[in-house]
């Protein structure tokens, strides 16, 4: 769920123009009802899948801004709250920076700190760049 932030006189001064602001909400839930046990070749049983139940909300924050005709800037910072873990509060945030000619060519450096989707405790850092090329 996206909230996008109406563009009032103080948020020209603060932000300039071609800025945008959004707050957001992001649930992320996954609850296992069935699981299929199978048997190894040790007679033991196990689930194929190791999978558990897991579900977060994601409150953040969204700013995007244009600097220049071919350059832009992207962030987002806020709050993971995953309760499969007791209820712990994890800190997210991200920046981009967005590189373009002619809006044909893009070029896409992006950082971003946020909890992994794999097992609910741990945080993950990732860095990504992307070009882009449209014939």
Known sequence: MTYRISQRPCLYRILGEEAE???????????????KKKIGDDGEKFTPLPLTDRESHTFFVFLSKVLHKCLATEGYFGYLYDRATG?????????????????????????????????????????????????
């Open 87 to 135: 209820g712990s509060m994890h800190p997210v945030g991200g920046a981009a920076v967005i590189l373009w000619k002619r809006q044909q060519t893009q070029v896409r450096f992006d950082y971003n700190h946020s909890a992994s989707t794999e097992n609910t405790t741990d945080t993950v850092d990732s860095f990504m760049f992307n070009m882009r090329h449209i014939f």
């Open 21 to 35: 602001l959004t707050l957001n909400y992001q649930l992320d839930k996954e609850q296992i009802d069935r699981l």
